[in-house]
C-alpha cells in the first residue's frame, strides 16, 4: 500500500488514543473584545456577549466533528478574550461585574465550559479600571460558572508590581471567602502571572493578547501518558537516550495538535495561531507528569533530584514539539498543578512532595505552583509574598510563572478538599508560619533586572 | 491540506469467523471502495487495518462510522474509521 506511513504507524496512533490517553486537551478560540468599548457599561456588556456568540458559533460544533473524524479525543473548546480591564475602561460606572456576567452566559451559550480574560496587566502599574477590574474578581468569580480570571503583576521587562501583588494576597482570601462554599473554588479559576503570554490556550490563565489577530485558534495538546509509557518500555537508557525518546514522544504528540489545529482553522475560517505543546496532566490513572517523574527514577516526585528530572523533561518536550509545529507557542513544556496530576496527590499526600520543592521545580517547568491547597487560615500577606517569590524566578529568569493557589476557608493541613472533574483534588498543604507581612507591605516596585537590559 | 478521500478502517479485538466478510460487507453496501488491507497481532490482539476510499459513497462519513460501530458490537470487535491524514501527519514532517 503506498501511503505516508505504515500499519506499525496506524497502530501506535490507535493505541496511543485507546491505551495512553492522548488527546487534544482543548481547542481555544481567542476574540479581541477591542472593538466591544462602550462609555455606557450595560452596551459594552452586550456588544461583549454578541461578539462571542457570533465568533464561536460553531466552535464546539467543529470540536466534535474533528473528534469524530480523526479518532482523538478533544476534550475543551474553549475561549479567551481580551483582558476585560481594557475593554472596561472606556465605561462608566465602577461595577464591572455585569461584563462577566455577560461572558459567562456568552459561555454557556455557545457550550464552551471556560473563558478566560477577566483580566489586567499591571506589571508596572494600575489604571483606574484595573484596579476596579482587579477588586471584583471575588465577586465575579463568585456569581459564574464559566468564567476565568488572571491578573499579571510582573515582567522581566518591568520588574515586580509589589502593590499590585499586596493586591492579590487580599483578593485570593476573598474569592476563597466568596466561594467558601463550594471549597474556595472560585480560586482555581484566579492566576496570578509573571510574563503572561498573549497565546495561551489553557485554563485558567487564558487571555486574548494585545498584538492578536480579532479571532484566532489556540491548541493544545497534552500526552503524558505516551511519555510514561515510551519512558517505562525502555528502563535502562542513559540520560541523552532518555532525553531523544521523549522528544520522538513528544513530537508525534504535537503533529497531532498541529493537524487538528489547521483543521478546525480552516473549517472555521479563523487564522490558526499555535499549538502550545504542554504536558498536561489530569487526575485519572496514566495522565500524570509526576508518574514520569518517578518512571525515570525517583521513587516519589518531590524527592531530590526531582528538579533534574524535570528539567530534562520540559526541555526535550520543547525540542521535540518544535520540530513537529511550524507555530509553537503559549506556555509550552510539562504543567505541575497537584490537584490534577494522580502521582502529585499521592506524593503530596505522603509528604514526598512539599511546597519549597514545587518552587524550586518551577525554576524548570513551564508555569509555576499550581493548583496547590492551603490552610485557610493563611494570612493575605503570606500569599502575597508567595506571588513576590514566584514572580521573582520568572522574572529573573525570563519565563512566565504563576501562582494558582488555594486556601480553603475552614480547612487546615491534614484535611483534603475536592474540585471534582478536571480540577481534582488535594490535601492541604503545610506552608512557613513565619509573617511576611512588613515585607510585603513597603510598596512600590521590584526594579527590573539587568536581564531586562538586552537592546 | 490536501483534503484526501481516503479513510482508514481498524477492526481490533478476539480473533473469529466472518470479520473481513462483515466489515466489506457493510463497506460495499455503502459503496466504499477497498484499497488494501493487512492482518497484524497487537498484544495478542486480532488487528485489521483496511485502507478504503469514501470518494464514491453513497452516504456520508458520520454514517459509515455509525454503520461501522454498529456491525462492530455484532461482532464483538472494535471498529474505527478515521481519516487518513491523522496517520500521515503525526509520524512524518
Same mark, same amino acid.
Given at each position: 500500500?503506498?501511503?505516508?506511513?505504515?500499519?506499525?504507524?496506524?497502530?501506535?496512533?490507535?493505541?496511543?488514543?485507546?491505551?495512553?490517553?492522548?488527546?487534544?486537551?482543548?481547542?481555544?478560540? +481567542?476574540?479581541?473584545?477591542?472593538?466591544?468599548?462602550?462609555?455606557?457599561?450595560?452596551?459594552?456588556?452586550?456588544?461583549?456577549?454578541?461578539?462571542?456568540? *457570533?465568533?464561536?458559533?460553531?466552535?464546539?460544533?467543529?470540536?466534535?466533528?474533528?473528534?469524530?473524524?480523526?479518532?482523538?479525543?478533544?476534550?475543551?473548546?474553549?475561549?479567551?478574550? %481580551?483582558? &476585560?480591564?481594557?475593554?472596561?475602561?472606556?465605561?462608566?460606572?465602577?461595577?464591572?461585574? !455585569?461584563?462577566?456576567?455577560?461572558?459567562? *452566559?456568552? @459561555?454557556?451559550?455557545? +457550550?464552551?465550559?471556560?473563558?478566560?480574560?477577566?483580566?489586567?496587566?499591571?506589571?508596572?502599574?494600575?489604571?483606574?479600571?484595573?484596579?476596579?477590574?482587579?477588586?471584583?474578581?471575588?465577586?465575579?468569580?463568585?456569581?459564574?460558572?464559566?468564567?476565568?480570571?488572571?491578573?499579571?503583576? /510582573?515582567?522581566?521587562? @518591568?520588574?515586580?508590581?509589589?502593590?499590585?501583588?499586596?493586591?492579590?494576597?487580599?483578593?485570593?482570601?476573598?474569592?476563597?471567602?466568596?466561594?467558601?462554599?463550594?471549597? @474556595?473554588?472560585?480560586?482555581?479559576?484566579?492566576?496570578?502571572?509573571?510574563?503572561?503570554?498573549?497565546?495561551?490556550?489553557?485554563?485558567?490563565?487564558?487571555?486574548?493578547?494585545?498584538?492578536?489577530?480579532?479571532?484566532?485558534?489556540?491548541?493544545?495538546?497534552?500526552? !503524558?501518558?505516551?511519555?510514561?509509557?515510551?519512558?517505562?518500555?525502555?528502563?535502562?537508557?542513559?540520560?541523552?537516550?532518555?532525553?531523544?525518546?521523549?522528544?520522538?514522544?513528544?513530537?508525534?504528540?504535537?503533529?497531532?495538535?498541529?493537524?487538528?489545529?489547521?483543521?478546525?482553522?480552516?473549517?472555521?475560517?479563523?487564522?490558526?495561531?499555535?499549538?502550545?505543546?504542554?504536558?498536561?496532566?489530569? !487526575?485519572?490513572?496514566?495522565?500524570?507528569?509526576?508518574?514520569?517523574?518517578?518512571?525515570?527514577?525517583?521513587?516519589?516526585?518531590?524527592?531530590? +533530584?526531582?528538579?533534574?528530572?524535570?528539567?530534562?523533561?520540559?526541555? @526535550?518536550?520543547?525540542?521535540?514539539?518544535?520540530?513537529?509545529?511550524?507555530?509553537?507557542?503559549?506556555?509550552?513544556?510539562?504543567?505541575?498543578?497537584?490537584?490534577?496530576?494522580?502521582?502529585?496527590?499521592?506524593?503530596?499526600?505522603?509528604?514526598?512532595? %512539599?511546597?519549597?520543592?514545587?518552587?524550586?521545580?518551577?525554576?524548570?517547568?513551564?508555569?509555576?505552583?499550581?493548583?496547590?491547597?492551603?490552610? /485557610?487560615?493563611?494570612?493575605?500577606?503570606?500569599?502575597?509574598?508567595?506571588?513576590?517569590?514566584?514572580?521573582?524566578?520568572?522574572?529573573?529568569?525570563?519565563?512566565?510563572?504563576?501562582? *494558582?493557589?488555594? !486556601? &480553603?476557608?475552614?480547612?487546615?493541613?491534614?484535611?483534603?478538599?475536592?474540585?471534582?472533574?478536571?480540577?481534582?483534588?488535594?490535601?492541604?498543604?503545610?506552608?512557613?508560619?513565619?509573617?511576611?507581612?512588613?515585607?510585603?507591605?513597603?510598596?512600590?516596585?521590584?526594579?527590573?533586572?539587568?536581564?531586562?537590559?538586552?537592546? | 491540506?490536501?483534503?484526501?478521500?481516503?479513510?482508514?478502517?481498524?477492526?481490533?479485538?478476539?480473533?473469529?469467523?466472518?470479520?473481513?466478510?462483515?466489515?466489506?460487507?457493510?463497506?460495499?453496501?455503502?459503496?466504499?471502495?477497498?484499497?488494501?488491507?493487512?492482518?497484524?497481532?497487537?498484544?495478542?490482539?486480532?488487528?485489521?487495518?483496511?485502507?478504503?476510499?469514501?470518494?464514491?459513497?453513497?452516504?456520508?462519513?458520520?454514517?459509515?462510522?455509525?454503520?461501522?460501530?454498529?456491525?462492530?458490537?455484532?461482532?464483538?470487535?472494535?471498529?474505527?474509521?478515521?481519516?487518513?491524514?491523522?496517520?500521515?501527519?503525526?509520524?512524518?514532517?
Amino acid at each position: 500500500m503506498r501511503t505516508g506511513y505504515s500499519s506499525q504507524e496506524v497502530l501506535e496512533t490507535i493505541r496511543m488514543v485507546q491505551m495512553e490517553k492522548l488527546d487534544i486537551r482543548t481547542i481555544t478560540m +481567542g476574540i479581541s473584545l477591542r472593538d466591544c468599548a462602550h462609555p455606557e457599561l450595560k452596551q459594552a456588556a452586550r456588544r461583549m456577549y454578541d461578539k462571542v456568540c *457570533r465568533r464561536a458559533e460553531k466552535l464546539v460544533a467543529v470540536g466534535s466533528q474533528l473528534a469524530a473524524e480523526y479518532g482523538v479525543p478533544i476534550v475543551n473548546q474553549r475561549i479567551s478574550v %481580551t483582558p &476585560v480591564a481594557l475593554v472596561a475602561e472606556a465605561a462608566d460606572g465602577d461595577d464591572y461585574v !455585569p461584563l462577566a456576567e455577560a461572558l459567562d *452566559r456568552a @459561555a454557556r451559550e455557545v +457550550g464552551v465550559n471556560f473563558l478566560g480574560g477577566y483580566s489586567a496587566l499591571v506589571q508596572k502599574g494600575m489604571t483606574p479600571a484595573d484596579e476596579k477590574l482587579i477588586r471584583s474578581i471575588p465577586e465575579a468569580l463568585a456569581v459564574t460558572e464559566r468564567l476565568c480570571s488572571s491578573v499579571n503583576i /510582573g515582567s522581566t521587562r @518591568a520588574g515586580i508590581n509589589m502593590d499590585a501583588v499586596a493586591l492579590m494576597g487580599q483578593i485570593i482570601k476573598s474569592t476563597a471567602e466568596r466561594t467558601a462554599d463550594r471549597d @474556595a473554588i472560585g480560586c482555581a479559576k484566579l492566576v496570578v502571572f509573571c510574563n503572561a503570554v498573549d497565546d495561551n490556550p489553557f485554563m485558567a490563565g487564558a487571555f486574548h493578547g494585545i498584538g492578536e489577530p480579532d479571532t484566532v485558534i489556540n491548541v493544545g495538546v497534552s500526552g !503524558p501518558g505516551v511519555v510514561l509509557r515510551a519512558i517505562e518500555q525502555q528502563p535502562n537508557l542513559d540520560f541523552g537516550q532518555l532525553a531523544s525518546l521523549i522528544k520522538r514522544a513528544a513530537f508525534k504528540v504535537t503533529r497531532m495538535g498541529e493537524l487538528v489545529g489547521r483543521e478546525a482553522s480552516a473549517r472555521l475560517k479563523v487564522p490558526f495561531g499555535i499549538v502550545d505543546l504542554s504536558l498536561a496532566p489530569t !487526575p485519572e490513572r496514566g495522565d500524570s507528569v509526576a508518574r514520569i517523574l518517578e518512571a525515570m527514577g525517583l521513587e516519589r516526585v518531590g524527592t531530590h +533530584g526531582s528538579t533534574a528530572a524535570l528539567a530534562l523533561l520540559n526541555d @526535550a518536550v520543547k525540542k521535540g514539539g518544535a520540530m513537529a509545529s511550524s507555530h509553537v507557542g503559549g506556555l509550552s513544556g510539562a504543567f505541575i498543578p497537584v490537584s490534577e496530576d494522580e502521582g502529585m496527590i499521592e506524593a503530596a499526600e505522603l509528604g514526598a512532595i %512539599t511546597f519549597d520543592k514545587l518552587e524550586a521545580m518551577t525554576c524548570v517547568c513551564s508555569v509555576g505552583l499550581d493548583m496547590i491547597a492551603v490552610p /485557610g487560615d493563611t494570612p493575605a500577606s503570606t500569599l502575597s509574598a508567595i506571588i513576590a517569590d514566584e514572580a521573582a524566578i520568572g522574572m529573573i529568569n525570563r519565563k512566565t510563572t504563576a501562582v *494558582r493557589v488555594i !486556601p &480553603v476557608p475552614g480547612k487546615g493541613v491534614g484535611d483534603r478538599v475536592v474540585f471534582g472533574g478536571l480540577l481534582g483534588a488535594a490535601p492541604i498543604m503545610p506552608l512557613h508560619k513565619w509573617s511576611s507581612e512588613v515585607f510585603v507591605a513597603r510598596g512600590g516596585r521590584i526594579p527590573a533586572p539587568i536581564q531586562a537590559l538586552n537592546n | 491540506m490536501d483534503k484526501s478521500t481516503r479513510v482508514v478502517v481498524t477492526v481490533i479485538g478476539r480473533d473469529r469467523v466472518g470479520i473481513i466478510a462483515g466489515v466489506s460487507g457493510v463497506l460495499a453496501e455503502a459503496g466504499v471502495n477497498i484499497v488494501d488491507i493487512s492482518q497484524t497481532l497487537m498484544q495478542d490482539l486480532f488487528t485489521m487495518i483496511m485502507m478504503v476510499d469514501i470518494g464514491g459513497a453513497r452516504i456520508g462519513f458520520d454514517e459509515l462510522q455509525s454503520r461501522l460501530a454498529v456491525k462492530g458490537e455484532e461482532l464483538g470487535m472494535r471498529i474505527q474509521a478515521q481519516r487518513e491524514d491523522v496517520f500521515s501527519y503525526m509520524h512524518r514532517i
